[in-house]
């Protein structure tokens, strides 16, 4: 087990969440009686019926501990996309962790006075989804969060992102008359290397886009033809358009792992029972201007559309969606990050965030910061402490904290965007000017 850090009580037990047994895991600093409690949600843990103990990022977590906050986390009783368990199983968790630590170790401390949620990827969309009104109404166990803190979050917009890119590169490689189903077979061989499953050898679809390394893999930065030019540039305009590092991120190994996912049937590996993806309204675009272009009228034409079955996620009465929605609609003190060239949980997500917060009239209670890393959730130990401390700061009555604006696409789009608020230099990345 984790040893706790010095001047904290580390606890670790298992309780009773909505699938069936979760393991908690509970840190207090010294002389913490109630003073504020962080839960921390962790993100995606695959398809296994082992679940792991969760522990927070190294900054993260002393970021919290240094304020004067205990934190708090679930394993959730279910992995795979098992969002609704992951709401459930926190919330309960939050609302009975000085019981479970008085059953298990009979010390005794006072519930706490404040509530707050934060996480990382699925975890984000789970901090994110727990302070929207239709899930605070729906759960079973509803906690009163005074903030949120949803970094590199996912929401249920990351499953028409991942349905929507095989799609098209199926249908601009020439395969779009071959059934979905099939497109695993036609993107090539897998393999898996632990962390992750690349393609070692190029199938048609593939080799039809993209030029090959040396070692005869796919180099994802080098595109072939037209086609392939195309196909990158409907995939800047699906995650958030013309910005910093994009290119850099969609050239990593989060695209193997976006490719990965094609050929799914809509159902979230099984989390539902109906298909959630429908692309019939999508317009895709290689282009930026005000209008589609003749030849994109006609490639949109071409493709395959499919419809999202109505009652595919419909609410429930015994608690949240199964997969819960994240609607922008919330009263409490929202900070999020996220990086530029996240090709899995693109950027995208941040923008249709704030559109849904501005449509619910809560903008106002919305930070959200551009961060110049290529991968998924890659933060620095830095940037976890700025945001962690200014957040703290403000869901307190202290100042509302700085943030990027995310909807204009002529400030997006500027070489600089992100630099605010990265802390640290990243090899290969461009650097920011120097102000004057």
């Known amino acids: 087990m984790p040893a706790a850090l010095a001047g904290t009580s580390i606890y670790f037990?298992?309780?009773e969440g909505l699938q069936g047994d979760a393991i908690y895991s509970v840190e207090v600093p010294d002389g913490w009686d109630g003073d504020g409690l962080v839960m921390w949600t962790h993100g995606y843990a695959g398809e296994t019926l082992d679940l792991s103990l969760a522990m927070p990022p190294a900054a993260w977590r002393l970021a919290v501990l240094n304020a004067g906050y205990a934190w708090a986390a679930s394993s959730y009783s279910a992995n795979w996309y098992d969002a609704r368990a992951g709401i459930e199983d926190t919330n309960k968790l939050a609302l009975n962790v000085v019981d479970y630590i008085e059953q298990d170790y009979g010390e005794r401390y006072t519930a706490p006075s404040q509530y707050l949620i934060s996480g990382v990827s699925m975890g984000g969309h789970i901090a994110a989804a727990a302070v929207d009104r239709e899930n605070l109404e729906q759960t079973q166990f509803s906690v009163p969060y005074a903030g949120a803190a949803p970094f590199c979050h996912a929401e249920q917009n990351e499953f028409q992102w991942l349905g929507d890119y095989t799609r098209v590169m199926m249908e601009i490689s020439g395969y779009g008359d071959e059934d979905y189903s099939r497109f695993l077979e036609l993107a090539g061989e897998f393999t898996d290397f632990g962390s992750a499953s690349l393609i070692t050898s190029p199938g048609p679809m593939v080799d039809a886009l993209?030029?090959?390394?040396?070692?005869g893999w796919p180099?994802?930065?080098?595109?072939?033809?037209?086609a392939g030019e195309r196909l990158v540039a409907i995939a800047e305009n699906l995650t958030g358009g013309k910005r910093p590092i994009f290119n850099i991120g969609y050239a990593t190994p989060l695209q193997d792992i976006v490719l990965g996912t094609g050929g799914s049937d809509g159902r979230i590996n099984g989390i539902l029972l109906k298909s959630m993806y429908?692309?019939?309204d999508v317009v895709y675009r290689w282009t930026t201007g005000p209008t589609?272009?003749?030849e994109e009228i006609e490639f949109n034409e071409s493709l395959d559309r499919v419809s999202a079955d109505p009652d595919a996620n419909p609410l429930r009465d015994d608690g949240v969606r199964w997969i819960p929605l994240v609607n922008g609609d919330f009263d409490v003190p929202v900070l999020t990050m996220h990086t530029l060239g996240d090709f899995y949980v693109p950027f995208r997500h941040q923008q249709l965030y704030r559109e849904r917060a501005e449509a619910n009239g809560n903008e106002d209670l919305l930070v959200q910061r551009a961060i110049r890393a290529p991968s998924h959730c890659d933060f620095s130990d830095g940037e976890y402490t700025a945001a962690i401390n200014d957040w703290l700061t403000w869901v307190n009555g202290g100042a509302k904290p700085a943030g990027d604006e995310v909807l204009d696409p002529v400030v997006v789009a500027n070489d600089n965007y992100g630099c605010t608020f990265t802390v640290g230099e990243r090899a290969g990345l461009p650097a920011c000017a120097t102000p004057p």
Do not use: D, R
């Not at 180099?219 to 037209?226: L, T």
């Open 210 to 215: 993209f030029n090959q390394l040396p070692n």
């Open 292 to 294: 589609p272009t003749a």
């Open 13 to 15: 037990g298992i309780y």
């Open 219 to 226: 180099n994802w930065a080098s595109p072939k033809g037209v």
């Open 278 to 280: 429908g692309n019939e």
